[in-house]
């Protein structure tokens, strides 16, 4: 039984003494400092104390406000909190809902929100992306993570589960659930732990590599090939290269210069092009068609430039690995150890340091950050020696990229 009856109730209003009256079983009627009185339930959920109204006491008779509170304290004994629910119903009901209001939070505070968004659109979204966040369950995280997994990305499936708990726990900042479904599951359950990856290619391996890009160009386009020729010879990131446009670069003063905006690191740097990288360039101009893209994408997508896993993807189906294949293609590497677009990078700063390059001259062609006290007072670009040390480079990779005859034999240093 209450304690309020419908005459203390008139009582209470009319009096206008702010405050919290209470009905017994959590149910209070409350009185603003401003505004109107109205019911409020308070319970508690999952070890966290609530707040919830009811309505307006000009619309809600006790009779009915007492009647509210039980259907909603039924619902917590079942384990369902009201509050949460209520809010689910308002607008964010499902899991792609819930990214499109974490994304907002993404633009604002990462400098490359573009990533996150890729894994979730890309991988992610079309597993959980239309369930109701009321029916998401951590074996639905399982299934989609390990899905990835097991298309041979270990990295972009821990990526993935990272970022759903991040965006499970952005749904609990808003009290649209009130646990993480992703937070039962580590490393081991998705991609596994991450080693460093040390691998270079010999210039011999380079030499079969660009060998077989040649012969199968089918399923390896020229602007792949080209592709892999610059970040070889340039040492420059795949993303930054990717995603350049030709107002970048001056063929005739033979420069590229590449924007803060666009840099990993954050830093403007020109890079020096030689003379083998104009020719390509020159090369990938014609093949763009009027494109402000160096590599305008050939397909039918939202993005204008080459998609981000498109090399890599080329060159695991070379080693006999498509992902969302039944039916693998043939492994026509043999037994060249597999590598990644990123290994070209890591290649061409082994390649100048094998050739004499001092290692501050060969950081800067990488685009890193000197460190220590190097980097804090020396704040020289170097143009002049990474413009003779990349020469050098595009010397020693052309022949074999551009199937001369004679190429020129490997320098004192390097790695057979």
């Known amino acids: ?13 009319k009096s206008n003494t702010p405050g919290r009256f209470g009905d017994g079983g959590g149910l209070y009627l409350m009185i603003p400092n401003r505004g ?37 304290k039924q619902k917590i004994r079942q384990g369902v909190d009201p509050l ?8 964010i009901k499902t899991v792609d809902d819930l990214f499109n209001d974490w994304y907002l939070s993404l633009q604002k505070r990462l400098k490359h929100p573009s990533i996150p968004k890729r894994i979730y659109t890309k991988d992610v979204a079309p597993d959980i992306g239309q369930l109701k966040l009321t029916a998401i369950s951590p074996v639905d995280i399982r299934a989609a993570v390990q899905k990835i997994a097991t298309s041979g990305r270990p990295t972009i499936a821990n ?48 030499k079969k590599v660009f060998s077989v890009f040649r012969k199968h160009v089918d399923s390896f386009t020229r602007d792949n090939y080209l592709a892999c020729a610059l970040l070889l010879a340039l040492g420059v990131r795949k993303g930054e290269l990717i995603e350049s446009k030709w107002s970048e ?21 020109v890079i020096p092009l030689p003379a083998q990288a104009i020719t390509w360039l020159n090369e990938l101009q014609v093949r763009a068609c009027g494109s402000e893209y160096v590599f305008p994408n050939r397909r039918s997508s939202k993005k204008p430039h080459m ?46 340091a094998s050739n004499g390059i001092p290692g501050h001259v060969a950081e800067r062609c990488l685009n890193h950050k000197l460190k220590g006290v190097e980097g804090i007072y020396d704040r020289h670009d170097y143009f002049e020696e990474r413009k003779e040390a ?22 004192i240093g390097q790695t057979a």
């Open 390 to 411: 990349l020469a050098k480079i595009a010397n020693i990779l052309s022949p074999i990229i551009d199937d001369l005859p004679n190429a020129i034999p490997i320098q």
């Open 1 to 13: 039984m209450g304690q309020l009856t419908a005459k203390t109730v008139q009582a209470i209003i």
């Open 36 to 72: 109107v009185p109205y019911w409020m339930l308070r319970y508690t959920a999952n070890q966290k104390r609530r707040s919830m109204t009811l309505g307006k006491v000009a619309h809600v008779k006790l009779a009915e406000a007492r009647g509210q509170a039980e259907e909603l």
């Open 84 to 91: 949460v629910e209520r809010r689910q119903d308002q607008q």
């Open 159 to 206: 990526d993935a589960l990272l970022y759903c708990k991040q965006l499970f726990n952005h749904a609990i900042k808003l009290d649209l659930l009130s646990s993480n479904p992703a937070a039962p599951f580590r490393v081991a359950d998705a991609g596994g732990v991450e080693r460093s990856r040390d691998r270079t290619l010999s210039v011999t391996e380079i």
């Open 249 to 269: 670069f001056d063929l005739d003063k033979a420069v590229w210069a590449l924007p803060a905006e666009r840099s990993k690191s954050g830093v403007a740097i």
């Open 307 to 352: 998609g981000s896993d498109t090399l890599n993807r080329a060159i695991s189906k070379l080693f006999g690995r498509e992902a969302g294949k039944k039916k693998q293609p043939p492994n026509v590497m043999g037994d060249l150890g597999h590598f990644t677009v990123h290994d070209f990078r890591r290649t061409c700063r082994s390649l100048l």
